[in-house]
């Protein structure tokens, strides 16, 4: 029986500036004196030798730091900080696991990540990961069940070559939302998918903005789970690229209000832009449907930005945004971690209030809805999510890199 599987692109290999420095420099024999010509030659005759080419070499040893920019030298910790380590990513978002190496300074691992003839995954490992540190990037966003599924096998593949440890970073986490039993003979599949993770052998999950900040404890104590905050991605982005005038920071529900907290903060603690708080409770008919909504809060004259960890349809947020600019916003933005777009959200955005709406690439964006609407903007997480793995590989603090206290 043949097989047909489908191999990932060998990444290919960075190429590594290195800077060579002279070995000796041109004397100046027009101006050389007789008597110094005797006394290096007498100094030959004992082995030793004197001229400019031993100052020219230390001159440019001391330039060469100069020369070179932060990123190389980051670079360069990152690639000796993953000496036993390796990175891995499957077919959910192969662009972002890319950007994330770079940022590290290293290549990812080759596997073979495919089907088969009948539709099954194939995977395969092509290099030797025993005793290693393995991370693998996977987000488990649509198609859902097949994005899960590599993961799993990915790490099962892992386990069973005898690697030290694996990393699972899922900047997306699929189920997500369905984390608690809402009504009678329903799954917990959040909880389940935790269990099917352990069950492969995952020593450690990494992800961004969980729907629910419960999942993490749907993990067993052996399994810690790192759930890093987009919003200092989208911080940065309206502090450095929109003018803010009287600026609002909106959560669309109550559960979303520490995450707008997090983000007003940040914009105070790295930015000095002071911003309110501002919150909308929702009365929903059943999912998806909204029955009424109020505001709680003051957004008169405000530059709002609606904050939320995603983005599916847009019915909500489109909503939200025509109901804030009916209590006197001045302008409406929204910042969501993961685009979903599913249906009809590009248009629902396109023909919105909404002046940008801004998310994360721990999704990735199909080209075609961000051609076709100029008020999505995709920004990439990928820094982040480097600096996170290279915190834990090196043993060193996670929330560090979230911290939004100022020292007194």
């Known amino acids: 029986m043949q097989v047909a599987a489908r191999r990932t692109a060998p990444v290919p290999v960075q190429s590594r500036f290195m800077s060579s420095l002279p070995s000796s420099s041109t004397h100046n024999t027009n101006s050389a004196k007789t008597g110094s010509l005797f006394a290096m030659s007498a100094l030959a005759a004992v082995g030793l030798f004197v001229g400019s080419s031993t100052s020219s070499i230390a001159e440019a040893e001391n330039a060469a730091p100069r020369r070179e920019s932060n990123r190389p030298n980051q670079k360069k910790q990152g690639a000796e900080i993953f000496r036993s380590a390796k990175l891995f990513t499957g077919n959910a978002n192969p662009k972002l696991a890319k950007e994330i190496a770079e940022e590290i300074g290293i290549n990812l691992g080759k596997a073979t990540v495919g089907r088969f003839s009948d539709g099954e995954v194939n995977v395969m490992i092509h290099e030797n990961v025993r005793g290693q540190d393995i991370y693998i990037i996977q987000p488990t966003c649509p198609p859902t069940n097949e994005n899960l599924m590599e993961l799993l096998l990915l790490i099962s593949s892992m386990r069973r070559a005898s690697a030290r440890r694996i990393t699972a970073v899922i900047p997306y986490y699929g189920y997500a939302r369905q984390d608690r039993k809402m009504t009678s003979r329903v799954p917990i599949s959040a909880a389940?998918?935790?269990?099917?993770?352990?069950?492969?052998?995952?020593?450690?999950?990494?992800?961004?903005?969980?729907?629910?900040?419960?999942?993490?404890?749907?993990?067993?104590?052996?399994?810690?789970?790192?759930?890093?905050?987009?919003?200092?991605?989208?911080?940065?982005?309206?502090?450095?690229?929109?003018?803010?005038?009287?600026?609002?920071?909106?959560?669309?529900?109550?559960?979303?209000?520490?995450?707008?907290?997090?983000?007003?903060?940040?914009?105070?603690?790295?930015?000095?832009?002071?911003?309110?708080?501002?919150?909308?409770?929702k009365q929903r008919r059943k999912a998806g449907v909204i029955a009424s909504m109020d505001l709680v809060g003051d957004v008169k004259d405000a530059d709002v930005i609606i904050v939320d960890d995603m983005i599916d349809s847009a019915g909500t947020l489109c909503k939200a945004a025509a109901q804030i600019k009916k209590f006197g916003a001045r302008r409406v933005f929204a910042f969501a971690s993961h685009g979903i777009f599913s249906g009809p959200a590009n248009e629902r955005i396109k023909n919105s209030a909404l002046e940008k709406v801004v998310v994360i690439n721990s999704i990735p964006l199909n080209e075609r809805t961000t051609a076709l609407n100029p008020k999505i903007l995709q920004l990439s997480v990928a820094p982040l999510l480097a600096k996170a793995i290279l915190a834990v590989q090196s043993r060193k603090s996670v929330s560090s890199l979230f911290d939004n206290k100022k020292n007194a």
């Open 192 to 281: 389940d998918v935790a269990r099917l993770l352990e069950a492969m052998g995952v020593d450690r999950v990494i992800a961004v903005d969980l729907h629910c900040g419960q999942i993490q404890g749907f993990f067993g104590p052996r399994v810690p789970v790192d759930n890093l905050a987009g919003g200092p991605v989208g911080v940065e982005y309206f502090a450095k690229n929109v003018k803010l005038v009287n600026p609002c920071i909106v959560s669309p529900d109550a559960g979303g209000v520490y995450r707008a907290k997090k983000f007003r903060d940040r914009l105070d603690f790295k930015y000095d832009i002071d911003a309110s708080v501002a919150m909308i409770i």
